[in-house]
């Protein structure tokens, strides 16, 4: 099992900017990728930005050149710098694990972030 704790959410006024962190324990596999998914009210959960453990990132097409996602292997966590923030990035965002080994993902509780226009 590994656990996911999400902080950082909150209120914040359009073009300003938050940073979530997420930190894992518990069965932690050395190969894994952690990632960050949001989800709106009436819309599927979407992703957000990904990072392996080796450091190789991906990004939606909406959050290039606002959003950075990096990652503390010490410590198991990972971190989404969100700059530049729209109204229509306010969302429950959600800290996922995925174990390459055991071909499992977990999820974190999710943290709201609304941006305010």
């Known amino acids: 099992q590994v656990q996911l704790v999400e902080s950082g959410g909150g209120l914040v006024q359009a073009g300003g900017s938050l940073r979530l962190s997420c930190a894992a324990s518990?069965?932690?596999?050395?190969?894994?990728?952690l990632g960050w998914y949001r989800q709106a009210p009436g819309k599927q959960r979407e992703l957000v930005a990904t990072i392996t453990n080796g450091g190789s990132t991906n990004y939606a097409h909406s959050v290039k050149g606002r959003f950075t996602i990096s990652r503390d292997n010490a410590k198991n966590t990972v971190y989404l710098q969100m700059n530049s923030l729209k109204p229509e990035d306010t969302a429950v965002y959600y800290c996922k694990y995925h174990d390459y080994y055991r071909q499992s993902d977990y999820w974190g509780q999710g943290t709201q972030v609304t941006v305010s226009s």
């Open positions: 518990g069965s932690i596999f050395s190969i894994n990728a």
